[in-house]
Nanobody, 126 residues
């Protein structure tokens, strides 16, 4: 079972930026699609962004489109989430996730992913 470890969360003022990282164990990272989800207090976990194993396209939730960028470095087994123009409503625990099975097309559904990190807290103050 792969281990996913997120880092980079913290407290930032509205309009600021953070860069989240998710380091994966194992040697087959480059064959798996990856995604970021988030869960705000009292709300269900929601999709944020996804990237396929190749990294040749990305897609985003409408709420973050144009502000967040997902990317990956397969040589370092790491996926990133660059978050700019942060808003208080972006406050949540952010989770990275690895797709179920190699070469799986990334989707918004949680059921696409079967490995999850422990999460990193992002707090945006107004």
């Amino acid at each position: 079972q792969v281990q996913l470890v997120e880092s980079g969360g913290g407290l930032v003022q509205a309009g600021g930026s953070l860069r989240l990282s998710c380091a994966a164990s194992g040697s087959t990272f480059s064959r798996y699609s990856m995604a970021w989800f988030r869960q705000a207090p009292g709300k269900e976990r929601e999709f944020v962004a996804a990237i396929p194993w190749s990294g040749d396209y990305t897609y985003y939730a409408d709420s973050v489109k144009g502000r967040f960028t997902i990317s990956r470095d397969n040589a370092k087994n790491t996926v990133f989430l660059q978050m700019n123009s942060l808003k208080p409503e972006d406050t949540a625990v952010y989770y990275c996730a690895q797709a179920r099975g190699i070469l799986t097309i990334p989707r918004r559904s949680e059921s696409t992913y079967d490995s999850w990190g422990q999460g990193t807290q992002v707090t945006v103050s107004s």
